[in-house]
Antibody, heavy 124, light 110 residues
Framework: QVQLQQSGPGLVKPSQTLSLTCAIS??????????WNWIRQSPSRGLEWLGR?????????DYAVSVKSRIAINPDTSKNQFSLQLNSVTPEDTAVYYC??????????????WGQGTLVTVSS | QSVLTQPPSASGTPGQRVTISCSGS????????VSWFQQLPGTAPKLLIY???QRPSGVPDRFSGSKSGTSASLAISGLQSEDEADYYC???????????FGTGTKVTVL
């Protein structure tokens, strides 16, 4: 059974960097049968996919156009976890952030395991 | 901002059938599969449907999905009080090169 455990601060100052980590149990971040995603949810923007990292012969990362210039999602194979860094945050980045596994079904990836969510507030 | 359009609300009495629509475009629903999620208050979304019509193990067969052209639907038959939740659709978008979600539908059991 896959479990994702999120950690990181709930309050970030404007212009600073939001950093969250997602520890994986029951699967491997290096598997070639899953992707590892960050999704956020806010009343104003709804559910928004931010990006993913995954391994198929080498590591890849894809990012949403809306945050591409200030985001990084990286794996940490030594700790079996992955992380989110979002730079230059504004109050618009206030949201509940989820780490999510994209499990492989019939050749496609679907969001089948979600972390508990972390409310991150951007405020001075 | 959500790219897929859903009705904001839907309702029914216990035992009834409720259908939720999800409208997209040729770059998302029109060319890729759809997934559906149920979100109970205060919890993370849960995968209900993948590949437009498949259910993960453990999801009751009261939930069914379909897709036609650039639209998809989720049907809940034999509505139960525990089905009261928010429901979201999602799909990959080839133009945006990323996943897009629906605006969400709140289902109320009367």
């Amino acid at each position: 059974q896959v479990q994702l455990q999120q950690s990181g601060p709930g309050l970030v100052k404007p212009s600073q960097t939001l950093s969250l980590t997602c520890a994986i149990s029951g699967d491997s971040v290096s598997t070639n049968s899953a992707t590892w995603n960050w999704i956020r949810q806010s009343p104003s923007r709804g559910l928004e996919w931010l990006g993913r990292t995954y391994y198929t012969s080498k590591w890849y990362s894809d990012y949403a156009v809306s945050v591409k210039s200030r985001i990084a999602i990286n794996p940490d194979t030594s700790k079996n976890q992955f992380s989110l860094q979002l730079n230059s945050v504004t109050p618009e980045d206030t949201a509940v952030y989820y780490c999510v596994r994209g499990g492989k079904y019939s050749g496609w990836y679907y969001f089948d395991n979600w972390g508990q969510g972390t409310l991150v507030t951007v405020s001075s | 901002q959500s790219v897929l359009t859903q009705p904001p609300s839907a309702s029914g009495t216990p035992g009834q059938r409720v259908t939720i629509s999800c409208s997209g475009s040729s770059s998302n629903i029109g060319s890729n599969t759809v997934s559906w999620f149920q979100q109970l208050p205060g919890t993370a979304p849960k995968l209900l449907i993948y590949s437009s019509r498949q259910r993960p193990s453990g999801v009751p067969d009261r939930f069914s999905g379909s897709k036609s052209g650039t639209s998809a639907s989720l049907a809940i038959s034999g509505l139960q009080s525990e089905d009261e939740a928010d429901y979201y659709c999602a799909a990959w978008d080839d133009s945006l090169d990323g996943y897009v979600f629906g605006t969400g539908t709140k289902v109320t059991v009367l």
